[in-house]
């Protein structure tokens, strides 16, 4: 079993920034993505942001230009700058990773949480 350790979060002005971090330890076989989701009180789980093992990412439009995902593959982390936070942005964020164990075999793990709050 893989075990995320998040880190970061807390209250922020608007405007402010952030940063997240996310790191896997266990019995790691081989990560393949890993990213963040957030949730809102009242919302769905939405994906933030993913990377893949070779460095691809991609982006929720909400936060396009304003947010960056990236990874050391060597410490099996992933990190999310948040720049040019919005009160929107308020949310419980989770990091998941995903794992290939086999051909027929994967993993799915998640972060226990971590609190984003923008707020004047």
């Known amino acids: 079993q893989v075990q995320l350790v998040e880190s970061g979060g807390g209250l922020v002005q608007p405007g402010g920034s952030l940063r997240l971090s996310c790191s896997a330890s266990?019995?790691?076989?081989?990560?393949?993505?890993m990213g963040w989701y957030r949730q809102a009180p009242g919302k769905q789980r939405e994906l933030v942001a993913v990377?893949?093992?070779?460095?691809?990412?991609n982006y929720a439009d909400a936060v396009k230009g304003r947010f960056t995902i990236s990874r050391d593959n060597a410490k099996n982390t992933v990190y999310l700058q948040m720049n040019s936070l919005k009160p929107e942005d308020t949310a419980v964020y989770y990091c998941?990773?995903?794992?290939?164990?086999?051909?027929?075999?994967?993993?799915?793990?998640w972060g226990q949480g971590t609190q984003v709050t923008v707020s004047s």
């Open positions: 266990g019995s790691i076989v081989s990560i393949n993505d």
């Open positions: 998941y990773a995903d794992e290939i164990i086999a051909v027929l075999e994967r993993g799915s793990y």
């Open positions: 990377i893949t093992s070779g460095g691809s990412d």
